[in-house]
């Protein structure tokens, strides 16, 4: 029987092998400067396009469907979800609409929408300048929050905590780039995520991640299952439920990001992916969900749909290096931290004469380590332990 065939595209080879073990035949498109030889085995066919470029992608996307069929189309990658959203319309392909993925890259329309259903509400206004942030804290006080409109990987989140900070934050805003913004009361509360998976339009929640966050807003620290109680979680799931409805979310996993307030539970962002930051092993390791292949595999019609959550089987932790900016001289204690039983995952993009920058965004982090523990309070333990065993001497 002739296999099924996927096209992919933008992914990482971490993620490419696995449509490859479900047998599939896949077409891999990606951006030139980001290709990778290490993909070439997981992948029948690679086509070298900037994918961003809607209409020449669209037209060579259509012409291969032509002569190959594709019995599906899939991003995984914040790039390649509205060409992906865009190639399904055109091929009358199943899976979420292009308005739905632009809503959710959208951050002031998704706001608006939830602020008009009453789901999750979040004072929220456009701003472009200084004079905007000034009346957006008369009409709601401080703290706020400026970001992007549709910035991704905690890139551009900027704390304004009182009035002397307005005019610097304005000035960080224009060397940003940004001729608008998207200003919002600030949300108090502990940071966490849900990952879920849609089947038809029906929402299962698989996992629930805790997050630690440094003061610029860029994550630390990931472990699952999140340590919130049993209402909370019914409240979340409740919430994301509601959200998920209200953006018209049909098929495949999200990555949903809350703040626990005082009030409830807020939305801070979704995304129609998986999370980053490994959160996909975490979830593989806890509840025995592989949430890239079940993406593939619903999306082929391989799979039967879930019908409940998971229940956790143990803890796991990604737990990301922050190492002081510098230039390295010497790097210990990777093996030993290699060589315990717990980690399942180490990275470190450093070596001896590199330079590391500041975090300001998720990319910058050098590296993690991914570990399990019979409990998620455990591998929190364990993750911090081996995190100062890594020793890196900086100039």
């Known amino acids: 029987m002739q296999p099924k065939t996927i096209m992919i595209i933008g992914a990482s080879t971490k993620v490419l092998w696995q449509a490859k073990k479900l047998g599939l035949r896949v077409i891999y498109v990606q951006k030139k400067e980001y290709a990778s030889e290490d993909a070439w085995p997981h992948a029948d066919l690679v086509i070298l396009l900037d994918y961003e470029e809607l209409s020449i992608f669209l037209l ?20 390649g979800l509205i060409p992906a959203a865009c190639l399904q319309e055109a091929l009358h392909i199943q899976w979420n609409s292009v308005s739905t993925t632009r809503l959710l890259k959208e951050k002031s329309a ?33 703290p706020i929050i400026a970001k992007p409109i549709d910035g991704v990987g905690s890139f551009g989140i900027l704390h304004i905590s009182q009035l002397s900070d307005i005019q610097p934050t304005r000035q960080k805003i224009q060397e940003l780039g940004l001729a608008s913004f998207l200003m919002e009361e600030y949300l108090e509360g502990p940071e966490i995520s849900v990952e879920a998976f849609s089947f038809h339009g029906y929402h299962v929640i698989l996992g629930m991640v805790d997050k630690v966050t440094l003061p610029n807003f860029v994550e630390i620290r990931h472990s699952v299952p999140a340590q919130i109680d049993p209402p909370m979680q019914e409240e979340v799931a409740s919430v994301v439920t509601a959200f998920l409805n209200a953006v018209g979310i049909q098929e495949g996993p999200t990555h949903t990001e809350l703040k626990l307030t005082p009030k409830g539970p807020r939305i801070v962002e979704s995304h129609n992916r998986v999370g980053g930051g490994r959160i996909t092993r975490l979830v593989e390791i806890v509840y025995d969900v592989d949430m890239v292949s079940l993406t593939y595999a619903w999306a082929t019609g391989l799979v039967t749909p879930l019908s409940d959550s998971p229940q956790p089987t143990k803890g796991a932790v990604t737990r990301f290096f922050d190492i002081p900016a510098g230039i390295v001289q010497e790097i210990q204690g990777l093996e030993e931290i290699r060589n315990r039983e717990e980690v399942v995952e180490l990275s470190l993009d450093l070596k001896v004469g590199d330079l590391v920058t500041p975090i300001y965004q998720s990319q910058d982090r050098p590296g993690y380590l991914v570990l399990k523990g019979k409990s998620v309070c455990e591998a929190i333990e364990t993750s911090e332990q081996l995190a100062r065993k890594l020793f890196v001497v900086i100039e």
């Open 60 to 79: 060579v996307a259509t012409a291969l469907h032509n002569a190959l069929h594709f019995d599906a189309v899939i991003s995984l990658t914040e790039s």
């Open 110 to 142: 998704m706001r608006q929408l939830l602020n008009d259903r009453g789901i999750s509400p979040v004072a929220a206004r456009i701003g472009k300048t200084e004079s905007d942030l000034h009346k957006f804290v008369r009409d709601h006080g401080l």
